[in-house]
């Protein structure tokens, strides 16, 4: 099925009536922002009812309108009355927001905006999948350095592998920031690369998010690792997943990612809302400097809870999360790299950064630029290995196929 995107899924018109002042405008404000939260990118308020707007109405109007232009979307008034239409005349608001006279002009808007781009929808019992395809070579897996060390907490600096951000495009793994091994040693944690920007949530006890992101030029930083994977390659497949009624997880995602590519071994990186996350980041630096006398596995017995911090409730409901991984679709039969890099228990490997709740444009073309927005332009919070029965909200997917 061939549908760039429908106006019922990609607008939401909101009747307005009567005085749009002081006293209402909180109202109104709050109809705007259930509708940029449910993930609508173009908004059209029908003003055929309305009789007056104040400034206090037009400041909202302006808000909103600054914040769904953030995520590639807009707001239009329909059938504006003239007397309405005056007021934003007067305070210059007619080049700032669009006006459209009559119904047909919302669909010619969409279609317009929309292009040429070929969306098909891909059947999936779980989450309505509406995917773009694109004829892109195949990607590459690269691992770096091992997990051998992490569980008797034996790393030394003659373990460390450091990678130039220009040679990884995304990555999952365990590393730091710094010049020198007696500068960053204190400082590995849980880490992802997206578009080569990268994020490390330091494996302290007060820690934060320590990131450096590119907005141009040449990304000569280097990255120093312990472990971790990292993979390249263009979007084969670009999904936007709308979750049904029953609870979709992230290893429903990594199923619907395989529904819709037959790769393999594929890459995936995702944003989406949260509807409450399960994860787990270690809370000591695994060097041997750190590891009590004779202990022998971090992930056992006593050691395990003074090791690793782990979910025990959902987290960070109703925020923004993006991440990347890799996944694959029968794990008994992958092998190399991939076999070492995904957990023997499960058939993906993945990291997510969680920034605050905000809108994000989801059309499918517009994944690359709403990736780059995001991550260049948000405050994050922290970043975890994530496990597959964190729940997920609507979103888009990125798809990188890795071959064999």
Same mark, same amino acid.
């Given at each position: 099925m061939n549908d760039p995107l429908s106006p019922e899924q990609a607008v939401d018109k909101l009747l307005l009536a009567g005085r749009i002042d002081s006293i209402t405008c909180r109202e109104?404000?709050?109809?705007?922002?259930?509708?940029?939260?449910?993930?609508?990118?173009?908004?059209?308020?029908?003003?055929?009812?309305?009789?007056?707007?104040?400034?206090a109405g037009l400041r909202v109007f302006l808000s909103v309108?600054?914040?769904?232009?953030?995520?590639?979307?807009?707001?239009?008034?329909?059938?504006?009355?003239?007397?309405?239409?005056?007021?934003?005349?007067?305070s210059g608001f007619t080049k700032i927001f669009r006006f459209l006279?009559?119904?047909?002009?919302?669909?010619?808007?969409?279609?317009?905006?929309?292009?040429?781009?070929?969306?098909?929808?891909?059947?999936?019992?779980?989450?309505?999948?509406?995917?773009?395809?694109?004829?892109? /070579?195949?990607?590459?897996?690269?691992?770096? $350095?091992? !997990?051998?060390?992490?569980?008797?907490? @034996?790393?030394? *600096?003659?373990?460390?592998?450091?990678?130039r951000a220009a040679d990884m495009r995304f990555a999952a793994g365990f590393a730091a920031l710094g010049h020198s091994f007696e500068d960053y040693k204190g400082y590995f944690g849980e880490t992802i690369v997206l578009d080569g920007n990268i994020f490390v949530y330091p494996a302290l006890r007060r820690s934060?998010?320590?990131?450096?992101?590119?907005?141009e030029g040449e990304m000569g930083t280097v990255y120093h690792f312990l472990h971790g994977l990292s993979f390249t390659g263009d979007f084969a497949h670009i999904v936007s997943f709308e979750p049904g009624d029953n609870l979709f997880t992230l290893d429903a995602l990594v199923e619907s990612a395989h529904t819709v590519s037959s790769s393999p071994v594929i890459g995936i990186t995702a944003i989406f809302e949260s509807k409450g996350l399960f994860g787990m980041r270690l809370?000591?630096? /695994?060097?041997?400097?750190?590891?009590?006398? $004779?202990? !022998?596995?971090?992930?056992?017995?006593? @050691?395990?809870? *003074?090791?690793?911090?782990?979910?025990?409730?959902?987290?960070?409901?109703?925020?923004?999360?993006?991440?990347?991984?890799?996944?694959?679709?029968?794990?008994?039969?992958?092998?190399?790299d991939a076999d070492r890099a995904i957990p023997r228990e499960g058939r993906a490997h993945v990291h997510a950064v969680v920034f605050d709740k905000k809108p994000f444009n989801r059309m499918p073309d517009n994944f690359p630029n709403e990736l780059r927005r995001i991550v260049t332009g948000m405050e994050p919070?922290?970043?975890?290995?994530?496990?597959?029965?964190?729940?997920?909200?609507?979103?888009l997917m990125g798809i990188v196929e890795l071959g064999g």
């Open positions: 109104i404000e709050a109809l705007f922002r259930n509708a940029i939260m449910a993930g609508k990118r173009l908004i059209v308020a029908d003003m055929t009812a309305v009789s007056y707007v104040s400034s309108q600054k914040e769904l232009k953030k995520a590639g979307g807009e707001v239009c008034f329909l059938a504006c009355p003239s007397t309405v239409h005056s007021v934003f005349e007067i006279s009559s119904e047909n002009e919302i669909t010619r808007l969409l279609t317009s905006s929309a292009g040429e781009v070929e969306i098909k929808e891909i059947p999936y019992d779980r989450a309505a999948l509406r995917v773009l395809t694109r004829d892109v /070579p195949t990607g590459s897996l690269t691992l770096i $350095g091992s !997990e051998e060390k992490l569980p008797s907490a @034996s790393y030394g *600096e003659g373990d460390v592998v450091s990678v934060a998010v320590d990131f450096i992101v590119h907005t809370k000591k630096i /695994p060097l041997e400097e750190n590891r009590r006398p $004779g202990e !022998e596995d971090i992930f056992s017995g006593k @050691s395990f809870p *003074e090791w690793v911090d782990y979910s025990i409730e959902a987290e960070d409901i109703y925020n923004l999360v993006v991440i990347a991984g890799i996944s694959a679709r029968q794990r008994d039969r992958v092998t190399g919070q922290r970043v975890v290995h994530l496990m597959g029965r964190s729940n997920i909200g609507p979103g």
